[in-house]
Structures are given as C-alpha cells and as structure tokens.
C-alpha cells in the first residue's frame, strides 16, 4: 500500500513542505490548493473525499485563496496542516490524493492572499552596512538605531504583485549633474531579494510580544521588491522609501507553512546593546531562518543570499511594527529587506553587488551589468532545510522588466 506522499513526493516538495496557493485548472475556478511533488492538490476536493476536517476549517478552505484561513487563526491554520500531512501520508490514501490533484504544469497559479498592509524592513546587517558604506563613506556604516530596532518603512500594499506578472520601467523624477531633475524611465532599476512573512489573525489594539508573534506567522514566500534607485535617490537622501519602491513587488506563489520550517530554525546573529524589553528575544526559541536564496539573472546565478544572516528575527519584527498600537490584521504582510551576507556573492541587491555602479559585476564570463536592462529576467530561489534530510523549495520569484510605457 503506497500513500500519496510516496507516489508523488519528489525533492523539496514532499510532506515536509506542502506548500499552499491559489491555483486554477485549466477553465477551471480559482481554488485553495496544496503541493506535494509535481501535484496540486484540490483541498476542498481532497476535504470532501476523505472527511475528518473540522467544520470551521473546512468552510476556511471552501474559498478561492488564503483569505479566510488566514483570517480563522492558527488553531484553524494548525489543524488543517496537520489532516492534510496525514490525509497525505496515510497507507492506501495515494488514489484519494490522486482524484483530487492536478500536475503543477496545468494550473494556472493566483496572488495566494489579500494583501493588507505591507510593511518592508531592514532587517540585514550586511545590507545596511553596504548602503551606509555606499551613501555615508564618511561615517559610521550603521546610523546608531539601528541595532536597537528593526528599521522599517510602510509600503503600498496594491503593487504587491504576483511572479510571473512583468511589469514596465517605472518612471519619475530622476536627480541629474546640473542640479534640475528630469523625469524619465529609471536608470538604475535594481532588485532587493528578501523573504515575506504572511501574517494571520488579528491584534485589534497591537502590541503583539516577541512571545505571542508565533501565534501570527502563517507563511513565507519569496520576495523582490524591485527599486528604482535614481527616483529614490532623488525623493529622499540617501534613499528614499516612496516611488522608487512602489511599482512592483513581487512575490512566489506557493506559501510555505511556517510549520514546514521547523528544521530550519536556528539561532541569530550574537546580539549587539541590549534591547528594549518589547524586542529581547533571550530565552526565547530561535527564530533566526537558514534557508539559501538565489539571485539568477537571465539563466545565470549572480548572488546566494543566506537568511540566517538577518539580525532581526520576524517575531522581532511583528513587535516591532504593533509596539505603538498599531492593529494586526489577517493579510498583513511585511518583507525582511533586502538580504547581504558578508560575502560579495552574497548581496542581495544589484546597488551593493556593483557598488552603485562604479563595479560591474559579471553576470557570464563575457558580460557583465549593473543595473537591469529592458527585457532582463531576474528570478530569485530559495531552499532550506527538512525534517529528516529532507529539503524545503520555496518554489521562484520571477518576473521580467518591459520597456517604460
Ligand atoms: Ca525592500
């Protein structure tokens, strides 16, 4: 008697993972769906099939994304992990999870959740450090906050796009020698590879601790917050978090659980000053995250940026971000900041890897670049690792830079 997850599972998406999206058969209804191996599973399908799901919990997954899920909580979120690793799993069960799967290659995949408010931090050590080395050559790389808080900027939550939506250059006012801006397309239109946490259930008055933040992280997807470096040179020195982050971030399609991460839970970075009692993390679980990205421009890897390198932790972050009462809401969202290690062929931004252009950096033995040209493809992989030896796959983050409109 085979189960499903022997039948279908192949490296990085077996039972560990069982990533969620949004996903459509062809002329087919947008549905909540699983992955295991080269399959989509149909949840409600596979709920109808084989019962023993909760009531509440089925009508959470009834729906066409991750918004009422996210909405019921992690009881709810827990639960149903938990039926479907062993629905998957079970002795016999591979025909069940068979009629109720479609292949990966014939779905058409969906942004997985309403996107609420969309935060995007800077929460990399390397990072900062390189762009204070960049802006400030003068002075101290870190400004003196910046180990005492996570350094974070509001962004716009209707420009958080789904991978494989191109998007065009964007345009703006762009700083020139004379002094007088000109606008035009960006030249100097970069990418930051980050990780996104998906926030669920809801602190109506904030102030959510390090302790209690666990109870919100639903998932993690890849992220890029592409960024147009001279428009946001030019609306705030040294950089500016408005127009030039705007027009498009993109995310991966397939929401690892935070659940499927629990091999890949490691300690942070050794911490700096002591931190204010709202962010001290001391005594609790490590919540540093080793998972690997990569950065591969046209079909060639130009960058590995490890997570585990992040100084700030993402309870840290969602303490941080409610600690004045701002509300939690189902669908938040937030981005890590552009992720650096210390290596060049770490750096998680074309800014850092060219030395804002005074470095070009190879992209093949025979070119190099800098900034993105028309019709470049940047797309960015990530793995960390499973339960057992196994390998979580983050799927890709992929998108294409059109010509400006
Ligand atoms: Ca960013």
Redesign the pocket.
């Given at each position: 008697m085979t189960t499903a997850a022997d039948r279908f599972a192949i490296k990085g998406f077996g039972p560990e993972n069982l990533p969620y999206a949004s996903f459509s058969p062809v002329d087919g209804k947008p549905r909540l769906g699983a992955r295991l191996g080269n399959q989509a599973i149909d949840l409600s399908a596979l709920a109808d099939a084989t019962g023993g799901l909760d009531r509440s919990v089925r009508a959470a997954i009834s729906t066409s994304n991750l918004d009422a899920l996210l909405a019921a909580g992690c009881e709810a979120w827990t639960a149903l992990r938990a039926w479907l690793v062993d629905a998957v799993t079970t002795a016999g069960g591979d025909g069940i999870v068979a009629d109720s799967s479609y292949p990966v290659d014939d779905i058409l995949l969906h942004m997985p959740f309403t996107v609420a408010d969309y935060v995007?931090y800077y929460a990399s050590e390397h990072h900062a450090s390189n762009v204070g080395k960049i802006f400030r050559p003068d002075e101290a790389p870190l400004l003196p906050n910046w180990k005492h808080l996570p350094v974070g900027y509001h962004g716009r939550s209707g420009s958080v796009i789904p991978s494989g939506q191109d998007f065009p250059r964007p345009k703006g006012l762009r700083p020139e020698q004379n002094g007088s801006p000109s606008f035009g397309p960006s030249r100097r239109l970069d990418i930051?590879a980050?990780m996104g946490f998906i926030l669920g259930g809801s602190a109506p008055a904030g102030e959510v601790s390090v302790a209690a933040a666990a109870q919100h992280l639903f998932g993690v997807v890849l992220f890029n917050?592409w960024?147009a470096r001279d428009i946001q040179a030019y609306e705030y020195v040294p950089l500016g978090p408005y127009l030039g982050?705007s027009f498009a971030s993109t995310i991966s399609l397939w929401v690892v659980p935070f659940e499927a991460l629990s091999a890949a839970r490691i300690t942070p970075p050794a911490r700096g000053p002591a931190l204010a009692p709202y962010l001290n993390d001391e005594g609790e679980e490590p919540w540093g995250l080793d998972i690997t990205m990569e950065v591969i421009v046209d079909g060639h890897t130009v960058s590995r940026p490890p997570v585990s390198a992040l100084y700030w932790t993402a309870p840290q972050m969602i303490a941080h971000m409610t600690v004045n009462g701002a509300p939690l809401r189902p669908g938040d969202f937030f981005?890590s900041?552009?992720v650096s290690g210390p290596e060049k062929g770490q750096r998680g931004s074309f800014l850092e890897l060219s030395w804002a252009g005074k470095e070009p950096f190879a992209v093949t033995p025979d070119t190099e670049m800098s900034f993105l040209t028309d019709g470049q493809t940047v797309t960015i992989r990530g793995t960390a690792p499973g339960p057992g030896g196994s390998t979580i796959d983050f799927g890709e983050c992929t998108a294409t830079v059109l010509p400006a409109t």
């Open positions: 995007d930051e980050e917050d960024s982050k981005g900041g552009t």
